[in-house]
T-cell receptor, first 113, second 110 residues
Framework: KAGVTQTPRYLIKTRGQQVTLSCSPI?????VSWYQQTPGQGLQFLFE???????NKGNFPGRFSGRQFSNSRSEMNVSTLELGDSALYLC????????????FGSGTQLSVL | GIQVEQSPPDLILQEGANSTLRCNFS?????LQWFHQNPWGQLINLFY???GTKQNGRLSATTVATERYSLLYISSSQTTDSGVYFC????????????FGQGTELSVKP
């Protein structure tokens, strides 16, 4: 069974631009969560989607948004990039019903210059 | 919100040694997981253990939910065990949301 796939692996953007990250969950998993990892703040929850609906949201500004498609694939968008958005963005999937064991992708390393 | 504290923050071991990592959390949870992040950044799920004890090879974990802590045991450590170990907890009725601790950075020397 294929794992969680995130693309691209690396991204370099400049301040003010926007970026879209993609995540394909494990087949059969209906929940996709996104996390931001930085050296200073550690791993922080961004949001979770389940059956195309946002089920939970973390404490991030509205510049961070996401969506989930009918095939459970998810995208995350960050608009008006700031230097502080430089981070490793990790996507995780789970069955999303009873067993909430999370499986993570390899992440997208975003650098904002 | 729920606070998650892990100890120790850093640990250096000789190959073959055993270790215990601890995770304390500040409120009741229905979801607790341990992860290992390797040097390439990949987070591997080690255990889903909201309560009780589980074992997987040289690793085992115990969660005492009533006392709000969990322990991860690593026996006969190997250099490939190096990396950062995270404990993460999930609040009730919040689906797949996890709150992570700051991690324990483990270095196993040959």
């Amino acid at each position: 069974k294929a794992g969680v796939t995130q693309t691209p692996r690396y991204l370099i953007k400049t301040r003010g631009q926007q970026v879209t990250l993609s995540c394909s969950p494990i087949s059969g998993h209906r929940s996709v969560s996104w996390y931001q990892q930085t050296p200073g703040q550690g791993l922080q929850f961004l949001f979770e989607y389940f059956s195309e609906t946002q089920r939970n949201k973390g404490n991030f500004p509205g510049r961070f948004s996401g969506r989930q498609f009918s095939n459970s694939r998810s995208e995350m968008n960050v608009s008006t990039l700031e230097l502080g958005d430089s981070a490793l963005y990790l996507c995780a999937s789970s069955l999303g019903v009873v067993d909430e064991k999370l499986f993570f992708g390899s992440g997208t390393q975003l650098s904002v210059l | 919100g729920i606070q998650v504290e892990q100890s120790p923050p850093d640990l250096i071991l000789q190959e073959g040694a055993n270790s215990t990592l601890r995770c304390n959390f500040s409120d009741s949870v229905n979801n607790l997981q341990w992860f290992h992040q390797n040097p390439w950044g990949q987070l591997i799920n080690l255990f889903y253990i909201p309560s009780g004890t589980k074992q997987n090879g040289r690793l085992s974990a115990t969660t005492v939910a009533t006392e709000r802590y969990s322990l991860l045991y690593i026996s006969s450590s190997q250099t490939t065990d190096s990396g950062v170990y995270f404990c993460a907890v999930g609040p009730y009725n919040q689906g797949g949301k996890l709150i992570f601790g700051q991690g324990t950075e483990l270095s196993v020397k040959p």
